[in-house]
């Protein structure tokens, strides 16, 4: 994007993929469907830097610097914790300037797992791209690898769609393209889920499945609260694990 609440809203996203898988289909051969206007797969994007901003106020994820979220990760029993932080940090990406994210996941411990700077920007309409990231695991202190890596313009990678201006159910896009090494999509199942996290209740959530064909065996949903962003990720296939939010933190 564990416990009884997901217990529920799991019963209900089978319904809602079965639905919409359908709907999927159907919006594949229509032309005019506005699936068609998001990338998709290995499709190739050419994007016009004059029409991206930094200042991403999609409702479902916004960004403004100094937003803060807290995480609780919980894997096969294991804890830990994920920070991720809206820098007032800039880059440029295919011409693009782009916002800088600090992810940033610890162990129960406090030791540091993995450090990730992820570029994001917002275009005219609303839809926020993901133009890459630079990442680093670490293992006692040292960085053990840099696997995820990717920049939108090098080595063929494509930017693709963190969120959509205009999420429907059934409407499908890809979030990454580097053949081999970073091809995640997603498809939105629902916008009226309710959804409880230590943070809170939230009704009319946002609900995406995330998939790659590189790991087909793992499938995740995520929710998203409007005005707030990713309240939870939840592994529905291929794993038990389970992201949920603890806290958010407006900037000031």
């Known amino acids: 994007m564990r416990r009884p609440i997901v217990a529920v809203t799991v019963a209900l996203l089978v319904f809602l993929v079965v639905a919409c898988s359908g709907r999927s289909q159907r919006q594949a051969g229509d032309p005019s469907a506005a699936a068609t206007t998001l990338p998709k797969g290995s499709q190739p994007v050419k994007l016009d830097p004059a029409q991206f ?91 053990s690898s840099t696997e995820g890596s990717w920049q939108a313009g090098v080595d063929s990678a494509q930017p693709g769609i963190l969120l959509p201006a205009e999420p429907r159910a059934g409407l499908g896009y890809r979030q990454e393209y580097l053949e081999g090494q970073a091809e995640d999509a997603a498809t939105v199942l629902s916008l009226k889920m309710r959804v409880k996290v230590p943070f809170g209740t939230f009704d009319k959530v946002l609900v995406t499945e995330d998939f790659t064909p590189l790991q087909p065996e793992i499938v995740e949903h995520k929710f998203y609260a409007r005005g707030v962003g990713p309240l939870l990720s939840i592994n529905v296939k291929g794993g038990a694990g389970r992201e949920e939010l603890l806290r958010f933190d407006r900037a000031r």
Not at 89 to 115: P, W, Y
């Open 53 to 143: 901003t930094t200042e991403i106020d999609n409702p479902y994820w916004p960004m403004a610097p100094g937003n803060r979220w807290l995480y609780r990760e919980t894997d096969q029993g294991e804890v830990q914790r994920v920070e991720v932080v809206v820098t007032d940090k800039t880059e440029t990406i295919m011409g693009i300037q782009a916002r800088v994210i600090h992810d940033k996941v610890t162990a129960s411990d406090g030791a540091l797992v993995e450090d990730t700077l992820d570029w994001y920007a917002q275009d005219a309409k609303g839809n926020i791209w993901y133009l890459g990231e630079d990442t680093k695991e670490y293992e006692n202190g040292k960085v």
